[in-house]
């Protein structure tokens, strides 16, 4: 038993969809999540740049004494993780290596399709993880770089044509390459799942990174008899480093529901 | 006579677009640039946050000690002016009251489009500017979300149906307003100008800001007798608060050419 919260971090407000399924296998858990909104994205900025941005995020969240942290955004896990975990004691979980297991799982043909930020394509590390679990894995990588402009403007729906051009054009080479499964690389992705499924046809499994990673931090709380007890309610704080004043309207977007929670801006450059 | 340089800046490098017509003008001058690459955008930040990040950037810039430090960036020009006037004796150009006054001569039936980033659609700075310069200037605003990460991608080109569908989304209200004049309130818009002339058509005149202030810039440093001798070959040096890696190749495609200059990677969080 931990009644210590969890902290979540993501470069903006992609990292919510990651949130809510957090929230939803373990409503006990208080939850303090960062969303980095003054200095967002962070997927094409250089590998020094988003480790620094990112240890100011982790020290952030480690004034409140986290049993874990949670790197809700594709470009950290995948770019930073290393270089965090040397300055930090709290177990980080990214979302690489659950990603890469349900991926592994998954496949049957050992084709898998990723798509990401520039950073994430850029680093391999989704490559090396699958080909550690399951050597042999062919992965088509594509970097998508419009499509977190795309959803934070709202463009995430079937029938959008410009979303439905930009989706078939970057997945046109994982499509032709046969994969079986695909993983959408970046927390921003889910909301274009309905497009990108319709793109690549049923056929195609497609793993929500985020959502793997809340399943595995669950998993391993449990396993170290860390969860919260189960009858309590958690509570959810939000702070983000640029105003609030957007922050409701996009939030539910991204988490599917109307945001409960205080919600602070904070000074991040001071962390 | 006056051979200090003039300091220019940008969240990114759309100011580079200015910065093309100033060394253009003036090709005795030594110009200066720094684009806010490791923050960019500011387009869809608060108002706060951009004033901060300017006064940061001007700070920077000021330890040239420039005769002249041009805004080229509309964000800042309509969000930051007032604040940044305040804490800098150096003479601050920014793209509001140049491009109003283009405006206000060439249109001729007093309607007149403007679009912009969200800051500056929300600022109202360029609506304030033409009413004071042509009373009664009836003016149709826009914001453009989208149009800086397309450019940033590379994608502005005639015939690209997703640029093609948001650019006429995005100015259809604008066009049905009958405008003779479109204000192209961001200095990453010139890019787009092909596909924004052939939507608007060839009787509405556009504004490229960047340009426009330029001149203004130039006209005052002669009138001032603070231009540098003009057979002397100016030099161009350009900062960037982000990697150098990718700077000539996004640069080379703001400027239309090569760039010719050292690149060097600064931390502007300690100005």
Redesign the interface.
Known sequence: MDTRPIGVFDSGLGGLTALRELARLMPQEDLVYFGD???VPYG??????IIRYAQQDVAFLNTFSPKAIVIACGTVSTTALDALRQQCAVPLYGVVEPAARAAAGLTRNGKVGLIGTQATIRSGAYERALSALRPGTQVTARAC??FV??V??G?FRPGD??VE??VGEYLEEVKAQGVDTLMLGCTHYPLLREVIGACMGPQVELVDVGAACARWVNAQLAAQDQLAPADRKGSHRYFV???T?DFATLASMFLGEDVTGDVEQIDI?VY
């Open positions: 909104t003054g200095r094409s900025r250089s590998k020094d740049t770089p419009l402009p795309l934070e403007n463009r044509i410009v051009t930009v480093s640029d105003s004043g450059t």
